[in-house]
C-alpha cells in the first residue's frame, strides 16, 4: 500500500494505492460523509478488486484529510475527486478506471462518471433519499450514469435504493447502510461484475 498526496483547488486529498499483480484497470473508491476508508465494505472491495486483477486507488476528500467532519459541498468534492482521477491517470497510463464509493462517495462517483471518463461505476449503499425523506430524491443523480452500473445495497437501508436502468444492476445484501453484516455477497458480487464489465476492454 501506497499513500500519495495529492493537491487540489480545496486542500491536499489523499490516495491509498493498493496495486494488483498486473492490473487492468483502477477502481478509485471515496468514502462516505461522515466515514472513512477503514469502512468494511470499502476494506472488502478492495480485497475483491484486487483479486479480480484490478488496482484500487483509496480517496480521502481535502475535507477529511485537514480533519474536518462536516462534509464539503457537493462541487468541491467533485472537482478535487477529478483532480485525483486526472493524476491517477498520468500513473496508470492507459489503464481503464472504474469510479465508485460508498454513500456520499458513491454519490460523487455518479455526478463525474461522464467528466472523468469512467468505464463503469460501483456504488455501495447509495443514499437514494434522506432517512424519513423519499420526496428528496437523488434518482437522478444516478440515473445520468451512462456507462455500466453496479449498486450494492442493504435490504434495509433508510436511505432507500436506486432504481435502476437498462445497463445498471441492483444487488441486495442482508443488512442495512453500512452493509458490514454480509460481506462475502458483497465481496462476491463485486469481483463477478469487475470482471464481467472489464473483459471487453481487456
Excluded at 425523506?133 to 435490504?155: N, Y
Aim: proline letters at 8%; charged letters at 20%; a negative charge.
Amino acid at each position: 500500500m501506497t499513500a500519495i498526496p495529492i493537491e487540489t483547488a480545496y486542500g491536499p486529498a489523499r490516495v491509498y494505492l493498493h496495486c494488483a499483480e498486473e492490473g487492468e484497470a483502477v477502481l478509485m473508491l471515496g468514502h462516505g460523509a461522515g466515514g472513512g476508508l477503514a469502512a468494511k465494505d470499502l476494506v472488502a472491495v478492495t480485497r475483491a478488486a484486487q483479486a479480480a486483477d484490478v488496482h484500487v486507488a483509496l480517496v480521502e476528500q481535502p475535507y477529511k484529510v485537514a480533519g474536518r467532519r462536516a462534509p464539503a459541498p457537493a462541487n468541491q468534492l467533485d472537482t478535487a475527486w477529478l483532480t485525483v482521477a486526472d493524476d491517477l491517470s498520468e500513473r496508470f497510463d492507459g489503464l481503464p478506471f472504474v469510479f465508485g464509493g460508498r454513500s456520499s462517495g458513491a454519490r460523487v462517483a455518479c455526478r463525474t462518471a461522464s467528466a472523468g471518463q469512467a468505464v463503469a461505476v460501483l456504488c455501495l449503499a447509495f443514499p437514494e433519499h434522506p432517512p424519513g425523506r423519499p420526496e428528496k430524491t437523488r434518482q437522478p443523480e444516478f440515473d445520468a450514469v451512462e456507462v455500466p452500473t453496479l449498486v450494492i445495497q442493504g435490504e434495509r437501508d433508510p436511505f432507500g435504493r436506486p432504481k435502476p436502468g437498462p445497463h445498471q444492476e441492483l444487488v441486495l445484501v442482508d443488512g442495512d447502510h453500512s452493509l458490514g453484516k454480509d460481506l462475502e455477497t458483497v465481496s462476491r458480487a463485486a469481483t463477478e461484475w469487475l470482471s464481467r464489465v472489464l473483459r471487453p476492454l481487456a
